[in-house]
């Protein structure tokens, strides 16, 4: 098992920034890849960008140049750095954990990010 628990959403005005994290618990050492999803009200949830253990990104093209995803296998912390945010850019934001070994996908509770305009 693998628990996620994600932090650091909040209000921001448009042009700001936030920092989110995703801790991570339990069997860490099955998990390859980490991402971010997001899921705006009345919409489904959506890929934002993902990390796996060698370190290679990948990103929605709404967020790229603008989001950098990264990871501290030490921490066993995920980061999601957002900058230059906009209105559109909010919604609940989710932890994904993936176990290869296993086929399974763990998911955080999630944390509200809401950009003013």
């Known amino acids: 098992q693998v628990q996620l628990a994600e932090s650091g959403g909040g209000l921001v005005p448009a042009g700001g920034s936030l920092r989110l994290s995703c801790a991570a618990a339990?069997?860490?050492?099955?998990?390859?890849?980490m991402g971010w999803y997001r899921q705006a009200p009345e919409k489904q949830r959506e890929l934002v960008a993902t990390?796996?253990?060698?370190?290679?990104?990948n990103y929605a093209d709404s967020v790229k140049g603008r989001f950098t995803i990264s990871r501290d296998n030490a921490k066993n912390t995920m980061y999601l750095q957002m900058n230059s945010l906009k209105p559109e850019d909010t919604a609940v934001y989710y932890c994904r954990a993936y176990d290869f070994t296993r086929g399974v996908n763990y998911w955080g509770r999630g944390t509200l990010v809401t950009v003013s305009s």
């Open positions: 990390i796996v253990t060698g370190g290679s990104t």
């Open positions: 339990g069997n860490i050492a099955r998990v390859t890849t």
